[in-house]
């Protein structure tokens, strides 16, 4: 029972399908898919501080009012979300920039140093990383449109890898009646 979810053709499609589409919208429009993910997270927030200050009020005799100032934080979180998602964006791009820019050049230091079998690799890979972390200094929106694509692609390829199974399967119950 609990494979049919993996094994069902009709799940797989409908799930492929919406992957598909995910990934279209994801590619055709980033900066859109983009502002729409920081607005949803913005609203989650701003529900879960609702719902943390109110459950805390209810429960006054409690003795802990850390769930209360974990209810506005998460609220002005959420407004700031909603408010400034462009902001948001690239604060969160900036920082993920400066942790690939710091790794890289990290890895670059300690590959040189100690010149491993797969030198030439690690020394692409790292430059990579290192490159990709001043792109997300220096134009993270840009950066941030290039994580949305990455993630449209890899959705549509999902989509499309659970449709043809999808197929397969439908194929296989098919043969056995």
């Known amino acids: 029972m609990n494979n049919l979810r993996f094994t069902n053709p009709w799940f797989l499609s409908s799930q492929g399908i919406v992957m598909i589409v995910l990934g279209l919208i994801a590619l055709i429009n980033p900066e859109l898919t983009l502002k729409a993910i920081v607005q949803f997270m913005g609203i989650l927030f701003l529900i879960a501080g609702v719902i943390l200050i109110i459950l805390n009020k209810k429960n006054v005799n409690n003795g802990s009012e850390f769930w209360f100032y974990e209810g506005i934080l998460n609220s002005i979180i959420g407004l700031l979300f ?32 100690i010149r491993p079998y797969y030198f030439w690799l690690s020394l692409l890979r790292n430059i990579i990383v290192a490159i990709f972390g001043l792109l997300f200094l220096f134009v993270p929106f840009q950066g941030a449109v290039v994580i949305i694509n990455i993630i449209g692609f890899v959705a549509l390829f999902y989509g499309i890898v659970s449709l043809i199974t999808a197929y397969k399967f439908y194929q296989l119950n098919k043969s056995d009646f």
Do not use: Q, T, Y
């Not at 690239?90 to 590959?111: E, K, Q, R, S, T």
């Open 82 to 113: 909603l408010i400034f998602p462009s902001f948001v964006v690239n604060l969160f791009v900036i920082i993920i920039g400066i942790i690939a820019l710091v790794m890289g050049i990290i890895n670059l230091n300690f590959i040189i140093k």
